[in-house]
């Protein structure tokens, strides 16, 4: 079953929200619009403006001027019907820390309907959590892991994750995907993820947005991404390559005159062969990962 | 309606026995400090004073949840929470005017239901506001509005409920409807979800994790909201190697850039002369009812020498300078241990150096706030008592503080003793003399320490006693597990070091 599929509206939508904080300019000028059923990995450097966009999506933080709507509703008006739907795995999230993980689960669970006991049992053994201790006495990572049992066990159709995996071992992140894509295949809800530890996010996202100093620098399909940026080694037996080069899509350059490495940003599919012809070169095309994406999206604003 | 997770939240064991304790506290003071004839101080300790503190209980864990992240995502849940408290409220209620029954049978049911039920709600309008400095001033405003009502009209009170109980119930109506309205107002969930709140419930029997935990999430937050506070890296290569440089980052790191630091300093030199003078004029008037008065005490407070011949004479005499020291010692405990073990990349020893020489720099700023209250109280007491200002107390309170110097270092060191009986014993070891001498000095006159040959005595005394204290606080940070989340108090309880 597809629940976002009934739905008439966008997830989240944001109309060109602004959000200060005293001197400090968030969000920009913010326009987006998360497709329903999407994986959004949400890209940027550290205080770009991902953990704003997140509040503003759960309500917890209201833009300064601009709209933002949350299953159609505006954000200062989110109530029992959307919050729901609604499912977040903030940062730092604060639980009741004399309480045990069961008592926290067992307490989060009666607000919520259908709150799914399955799912609950499946992720405290995947996540391996200890359901008899306290908050207090979780370290840093076990407390993740239960905002992630408290924010993702009723079933949302919206999830909104700010940086879930921080704190997590390689093996606990793993098993965290497999239940998160296995969550997604059962019920295709739309997840909005942040962080840094791309090779992951890489393995389940479809769509990115990438935000630089508070403002969208890239909003498409991650296949459509992978296709337009790209590495290409240049390859010259006369060492005829030269020192520097003019083309707008080349984005970082780096070699002799022999061999050159180029990280480019186009989706002209006959571009490589023309610049290879034009230098009497060989070429070889590489499609760049996330990763190696990450730095190229985040300042590709900075340049221009 | 499930109530189930409510009682969970609760702790019903818990709440009860506080507030038995409180009710009970409650109606002793009405008795003895306030002087409240007998009928009169059982129906306001359990319709007034008691329903409103048994209020802030039910209230308390309820504020609990909602101070956390996740309460904002919720579904209903300020709606569920309110029907929660109307059941505590109610159940509450019925009991509380079950007992006024038969304790205050003078007063008709239909007043007391009404003071008890608009007693239980208020607390609910408590939104927990935290401002810069972490101040709060609901708590301080009700115990000033209850100790006004107490001490001025509670026959005004009683009159009320007796003469109009319909009235009484008539009016608690609207009070009961706003508490609700505004304590559980959904606008207000933002707010609270970014400040963390911890109910007495939660911190009661010291419990150290959690005390050590609140008060790391309330450093964070107090840094947050003070300008230029935000975290950063903080290297040898941007600080320097210095101790004193280090000693400023320590205070920057806990207090931000802004005036936090001075604030809590001004609020303190208010508060102090205010608690000075209050235990020993509530005393004073619990043992002489008739002619006890504020100007009286006053007057007692700058006489210089106190009390001729008979030293505890008058508590009115004296008191005020115990206070202020009582409070300047009990503040200094409260430094000491709650010194945070942080992550500077500097070595254990400088660690150690910075550390106490800021534990130093703060009780030695309260010694000034305790000096700054005593002349605040001198001079109050002149412009009320129309008597020039003398030196007496002064004389006194600092005479009294260079006793308190000696002792300092070596109680800031108690707190770093991990077995609870080493504590008490150290603790008794250094009452036994510090107190009698400072009652001494407090009321002999004797202006001998202040002389420059008492300055002269005392000097070896203080440099052996930092000494002391410099050797434990080195000993400690040699061994002692260092992290951001813990202070003294909490690696020393866990670690088994510094014994």
């Known amino acids: ?304 | 309606m499930k109530l189930h997770p409510y009682l969970r939240v609760l702790r019903p064991v818990r709440t009860l026995a506080l507030s038995v304790v409180y009710i009970l506290f409650v109606w002793s003071w009405l008795r003895t400090f306030f002087r409240v004839p007998a009928p009169v101080d059982r129906f306001l300790a359990i319709a007034l004073v008691g329903s409103t503190l048994h209020g802030s209980l039910l209230i308390g864990p309820l504020h609990e949840v909602m101070h956390r992240s996740f309460a904002a995502f919720l579904p209903g849940l300020h709606r569920r929470l309110a029907r929660w408290h109307a059941w505590g409220v109610g159940v509450s209620a019925l009991i509380f005017t079950a007992v006024l029954a038969f304790v205050s049978m003078e007063v008709p049911l239909p007043a007391s239901l009404g003071l008890v039920l608009a007693s239980l709600s208020l607390p609910a309008l408590n939104q927990r506001r935290r401002f810069r400095g972490g101040l709060r001033l609901w708590h301080p405003g009700m115990m000033a509005l209850g100790g006004l009502i107490a001490a001025f009209a509670p026959m005004a009170v009683h009159r009320a409920c007796t003469g109009a109980p319909w009235l009484v119930l008539a009016l608690s109506a609207p009070i009961v409807y706003l508490s609700f309205r505004y304590g559980f107002d959904r606008r207000l969930t933002r707010r609270r979800a970014l400040e963390p709140v911890f109910c007495i419930q939660t911190t009661i029997l010291f419990n150290q994790r959690i005390i050590s935990e609140a008060r790391s999430q309330m450093l964070a937050l107090t840094q947050k909201q003070a300008k230029g506070g935000r975290g950063r890296d903080w290297t040898v290569k941007s600080v320097g190697g210095s101790t004193w440089a280090w000693l400023r980052v320590q205070f920057h790191v806990l207090f931000g850039r802004s005036t936090v630091f001075y604030q809590v300093v001004a609020v303190q030199a208010l508060l102090y002369p205010l608690l000075a003078l209050l235990f020993p004029y509530l005393m004073e008037k619990a043992t002489h009812p008739d002619t006890a008065t504020l100007a009286g005490v006053l007057r007692q407070f700058l006489d210089n020498p106190p009390v001729s011949g008979n030293p505890m004479g008058s508590f009115a005499s004296i008191g005020p300078v115990l206070m202020l020291s009582g409070l300047t010692m009990f503040y200094a405990v409260l430094v000491a241990s709650a010194v945070p073990h942080r992550k500077f990349p500097i070595s254990r020893e400088r660690m150690a150096r910075v550390q106490f020489a800021y534990a130093i720099l703060v009780v030695a700023a309260n010694f000034a706030i305790a000096i700054l209250g005593a002349s605040v109280l001198v001079l109050g007491a002149c412009v009320l008592t129309g008597l020039p200002p003398g030196l007496g107390p002064l004389t006194r309170m600092l005479a009294v503080l260079m006793v308190l110097m000696a002792a300092t270092p070596l109680i800031m060191i108690i707190s770093l003793f991990k077995r609870a009986l080493w504590r008490i014993v150290v603790s008794i070891l250094l009452a036994v003399p510090t107190i009698p001498l400072c009652i001494y000095v407090a009321t002999s006159g004797n202006s001998f320490a202040v002389s420059p040959l008492g300055l002269i005595a005392f000097l070896p005394v203080w440099i052996l006693s930092a000494w002391c204290g410099w050797r434990a606080f080195l000993r400690h940070y040699r061994t002692a597990d260092l992290g951001t989340q813990t202070s003294i108090l909490l690696v020393a309880a866990q670690s088994g070091c510094g014994n």
């Open chain 1, 1 to 304: 079953m597809n629940p976002t599929a009934s739905s008439p509206c966008p997830p989240f939508v944001a109309r060109q929200i602004t959000k200060r904080y005293d001197q400090h300019v968030a969000l920009k000028d913010f326009s987006l619009e998360v497709p329903a059923g999407r994986v959004v990995g949400l890209l940027g450097r550290n205080g770009a403006g991902k953990t704003t966009l997140l509040n503003i999506a759960a309500g917890l933080v209201l833009p300064t001027s601009g709209e933002s709507f949350t299953f159609g509703i505006p954000g200062a008006n989110l109530d029992s019907p959307q919050l729901t739907r609604l499912g977040v795995v903030q940062q730092e999230g604060r639980c009741i820390e004399w309480m045990t993980v069961r008592q926290h689960l067992d307490f989060n669970a009666s607000f919520y309907p259908g709150w799914d006991r399955e799912l609950e049992k499946r992720l405290v053994a995947a996540l391996e959590v200890d359901p008899a201790r306290k908050i207090v006495q979780l370290s840093t990572g076990d407390r993740q892991k239960v905002n992630i049992l408290l924010g993702v066990c009723h079933r949302p159709e919206l999830l909104l994750l700010d940086e879930p995996m921080s704190a997590l071992d390689p093996i606990v992140r793993a098993r965290l995907l497999d239940q998160l894509l296995e969550r997604l295949r059962e019920d295709g809800c739309t997840v909005v993820i942040s962080s840094h530890i791309l090779d992951d996010v890489e393995k389940i996202v479809d769509w990115i947005v990438g935000i630089d100093q508070g403002e969208l620098v890239e909003d498409r399909a991650f296949d459509e991404l992978q296709e337009s940026y790209a590495e290409w080694t240049l390859i010259s037996p006369h060492g005829s390559l030269p020192a520097s080069f003019s083309e707008p899509y080349i984005l970082s350059h780096q070699g002799d005159e022999r061999q050159a490495l180029l990280r480019v940003h186009t989706r002209d599919a006959g571009a490589a062969g023309r610049l290879a012809a034009s230098v009497q070169a060989e070429i070889r095309v590489r499609p760049l990962n996330l990763e190696e994406m990450f730095p190229l999206i985040t300042s590709s604003r900075r340049k221009a």
